[in-house]
């Protein structure tokens, strides 16, 4: 809902800058349980850390394999995550994500990795530039090194504080390895 056709107070035009500069904007989609009737911000409404890996290099996967069909440029392939989308850019911008290939966490008792093999091997899963406003930035600044994608980094000064501890440990991680990155700390504005 945050577009420039909606209520004024989530009006933020930083979302179709990466489109005017010619680069194809992915809203990524979130790893949700489908095994749980409830929507709640922290609990096991995610699957993001056992299975968000997979899901989201797939994804990426399908657009690089249907590139020409979609009419799409590959060398601009940018992300952006809100809140529970942030999990999927944070783990994409890695450049090394593609040899990591871990999940955060693993379901006990299971066999590690997916029964099938994954789709569309061989297409790359990366992406070029970043935007991301915080859902879980407490948890993921392992992911973040020296030649992070650059990363547009946001967040509402009305938010809860677990957010916003989230967002300055992000952008303080992103500092700390000189990562090219932009901290936009939105005021007036909330989650």
Known sequence: TRNPNDQPSNYVPHFAGFTTRGYVYITMGHCFNPCVTH???FGRFTLDHENGYACYTAAMRYLYAHADKYSMDTDHMG???YSKGEYAITRLSDPHHETRKEEVRKFEGFPDGT???QPWQGYSSKIQAGMQGMGMGLFETEFITTDYAPNLVVCG???RDVITE?????VKRCEEVGANHLGLFMEGLGH
């Open 166 to 170: 989230g967002h300055q440990a992000f």
């Open 115 to 117: 029964p099938e093999p």
């Open 157 to 159: 000064e009305h938010d």
């Open 39 to 41: 929507f709640f911000h």
């Open 79 to 81: 992300g952006g995550g």
